[in-house]
């Protein structure tokens, strides 16, 4: 694979708590450099990335709900309905992980739906935290996703002490076809772990180690 096609796989992420501005700036001036799909950061830093991206053709992803997912469904609207207002071109939201495993099926679609319908067509990654879940409910996760008209799904936070597997993206490939796309994200630090998700089926890399994984690239060529 030649390295302009892999940085498309890339959202370009810094989602620390102590990231600084000038953290968040190196982020976007690597994601212009190496041409990644996406910066993906907090809300907070929105409005910032936007105007560091302007007059790139790189995109900027905000998170929602994050990174436990345990926000009403008000709260996650709102703050996506100011993610876009702020500049953001995707969200990634975290479902609703406590009622996914009371089988509140209706809840987590239609907290899913509220992201969907307040992102005003933009796209919407379902982050289902597949760490937290088992075989069935990575299934019935992807449905609901599906159900509600998000446009991915993605694997993990990061922050919930577990990561991306093949077999998990493999899984939710298999569950949502073509209808959705799928994100590997969570614990992808070299070329190998990245060229095992894009084989397993995964259409978007999350990632803080873009950079290093692009630079492993480019020293193998």
Do not use: W
């Not at 992420?13 to 910066?39: D, H, Q, R």
């Not at 796209?123 to 609901?144: G, Q, R, S």
């Amino acid at each position: 694979m030649n390295p302009a096609t892999l940085a498309q796989y890339f959202d370009h992420t810094i989602l620390k708590p102590a990231a600084t501005a000038a953290e968040v700036k190196n982020i976007c001036e690597e994601a212009v450099k190496y041409g990644f799909f996406s910066v993906c950061v907090n809300p907070v830093h929105v409005s910032a990335v936007k105007e560091l991206l302007a007059g790139s053709e790189v995109k900027v992803c905000s998170v929602v709900g994050f990174p436990f997912g345990a926000h009403t469904s008000f709260i996650k609207a709102a703050e996506t309905e100011r993610a876009i207002a702020d500049g953001a071109d995707e969200v990634d939201m975290v479902i609703n992980v406590g009622a996914l495993k009371d089988k509140n099926y209706t809840l987590v679609e239609n907290d899913i739906r509220t992201v969907v319908e307040a992102a005003q067509g933009n796209t919407v990654k379902v982050i289902i935290e597949t760490c937290l879940l088992d075989t069935n409910e990575i299934i019935e996760a992807c449905k609901l996703a599906k159900k509600a008209g998000a446009h991915f799904v993605k694997t993990s936070t990061g922050f919930a002490g577990g990561g991306a597997t093949a077999e998990d993206v493999a899984l939710m490939k298999k569950t949502v076809g073509d209808d959705l796309q799928v994100k590997a994200s969570g614990g992808i630090k070299n070329l190998e772990d990245t060229k095992k998700m894009i084989d397993a089926g995964a259409d978007r890399i999350g990632a803080s180690a873009g950079l290093a994984i692009m630079q492993e690239l480019q020293a193998a060529k």
